[in-house]
């Protein structure tokens, strides 16, 4: 995420302002330029959810996203939370550069449901990305992460790893080297997934996967992937628009613990070596406050190689 400023008095605001603290302006946030200005076309979201983009045809391109939502009261601020990791979400895509095609032209869509009135699965099929709203919910969202043994669950993880299925189907044209990192996608998922959730991930996956998760089908190796791609390349333009770097301490038989955040680079190792010494000086922030690692994951060669291929089809 860029550091954005007020466009009337060039103070601090977040992408997420409606209003600027210092000067009362009403802020709007513009999808052409990717910048905060005066509003001018709130979106219809605005007042109900707190979206605010700047939409001269009603809805702003993020919320023009949502094909199907729960209208019910009772989950309204779940899916402001929703929408508001959704805008963060495509900001991101569009920075990356990728094609966001709407559902409309059989692109990308979102439906986000109530699961407290008819059952809900998230995931994503054709294009649609389902999220059951109760992950908008941090009681719900931190049980469930505890019962399934994850180290990370958050409702901007779950869209990026769901996005990252609609990129498996949009962006691999290489399958062979495809399988080669992830396997063969083409293997049954239904016992894919019965041998997950009865067995757990297999003893000693974190050499090979980002997560327990992504051993379970090639296809959600890629997406966790996917998902952990976008975490680091949102994170490292935050560190590097904020102008966070870090400059020690430097420690023997190690690779230097000081980085200056990049916003992009040619090959994956680039970022890697700016990407690690940031994460430690976050974890260690993060446990001096008390909380868990804000980072909790490793990356081994084989991860690195797996980040690489995406990192190339990006
Ligand atoms: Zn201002
Ligand atoms: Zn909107
Ligand atoms: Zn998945």
């Not at 409702?155 to 495809?178: F, I, K, P, Q």
Request: aromatic fraction near 10%; glycine fraction near 6%; charge should be negative.
């Amino acid at each position: 995420m860029r550091a954005f400023t007020c466009s009337t008095c060039a103070r601090l605001a977040p992408f997420e302002a409606l209003v600027c603290l210092h000067c009362d302006t009403s802020l709007a946030f513009d999808w052409d330029s990717r910048t905060l200005v005066p509003l001018a076309d709130p979106c219809g979201n605005r007042v109900d959810l707190g979206c605010n983009g700047q939409a001269p045809e009603g809805w702003c391109p993020s919320c023009l996203l949502t094909r199907r939502r729960s209208e019910a009261p009772a989950v309204r601020d779940r899916l402001s939370r929703a929408e508001q990791a959704k805008r963060r979400l495509v900001f991101s895509l569009l920075e990356l550069g990728l094609p966001v095609r709407s559902w409309r032209e059989g692109g990308l869509g979102f439906d986000f449901l109530d699961s407290t009135s008819s059952p809900v699965t998230t995931g994503h099929a054709d294009g649609i990305i389902t999220l059951d709203l109760a992950e908008a919910d941090s009681v719900h969202r931190e049980q469930t992460r505890v019962h399934l043994d994850e180290a990370y669950r958050t409702v901007l993880g779950h869209l990026r790893h769901e996005v990252g299925h609609y990129y498996d189907g949009v962006l691999v044209r290489d399958r062979s080297a495809y399988r080669a990192l992830f396997g063969d996608e083409t293997a049954s998922y239904t016992d894919a997934l019965e041998r997950h959730y009865e067995n757990g991930p297999p003893t000693g996956w974190v050499t090979s996967s980002v997560s327990g998760y992504a051993t379970m089908h090639p296809y959600e190796d890629f997406a966790e992937t996917f998902a952990h791609y976008l975490h680091l390349r949102d994170t490292l333009q935050t560190a590097s628009s904020w102008g966070v770097s870090v400059a020690g301490p430097e420690a023997a038989d190690q690779a230097p613990l000081a980085s200056f955040p990049v916003l992009a680079s040619d090959d994956l190792r680039g970022l890697i070596d700016t990407w690690l010494p940031l994460t430690y000086a976050l974890n260690a922030l993060n446990r001096s406050m008390g909380e868990d690692d804000l980072y909790p994951f490793v990356l081994t060669p084989p991860v690195l190689d797996k980040l690489a291929f995406v990192h190339d089809l990006v």
